[in-house]
């Protein structure tokens, strides 16, 4: 049986996401990390759009052909994630429960949000750019 791929859509401008992205480590069984930076123009991306989700919303987690959007995306990182090190034991603990990835992924978003602001960097706005293309 071949391993899935697993493909992280994040922004990399985020110093959290981008931290958070290169420490997360999933198990051997599941395989290797494929990480995209959602400000650039990818196949995956498009996809993203295409189902009307608003990156700077949320990471988006691929694995095969099944997508995983927000809390969703960070609860299945931590169920596929290794438990070595403190970080991956951490985000463990934090994301296991669906509930708790639901209740802690808009906090973490807000917190992104302002983090942006704070270092002038501009949202990615895939939805936006998928209006502008239309026209």
Avoid at 37 to 43: N, P, S
Avoid at 61 to 74: F, M, N, R, S
Avoid at 75 to 93: D, I, P
Wanted: charged share 25%.
């Amino acid at each position: 049986m071949a391993e899935p791929n697993v493909v992280l859509v994040y922004d990399k401008q985020c110093p959290a996401c981008d931290n958070y992205c290169r420490w997360v480590r999933l198990r051997d069984a599941v395989g290797p990390l494929q990480l995209v930076d959602a400000r650039e123009d990818t196949e995956i991306l498009s996809e993203i759009t295409a189902r009307g989700w608003d990156i700077d919303q949320g990471m988006v987690l691929k694995v095969g052909e099944q997508l995983y959007y927000g809390a969703d995306a960070i609860h299945a990182l931590a169920l596929m994630g290794s438990r070595s090190g403190l970080f991956n034991r951490l985000n463990y603990w934090m994301f296991r429960s669906p509930r708790m990835a639901s209740v802690l992924y808009p906090v973490l978003r807000a917190l992104r949000n302002l983090l942006l602001k704070a270092l002038r960097k501009s949202k990615i706005n895939n939805l936006g750019k998928a209006d502008n293309e239309r026209f």
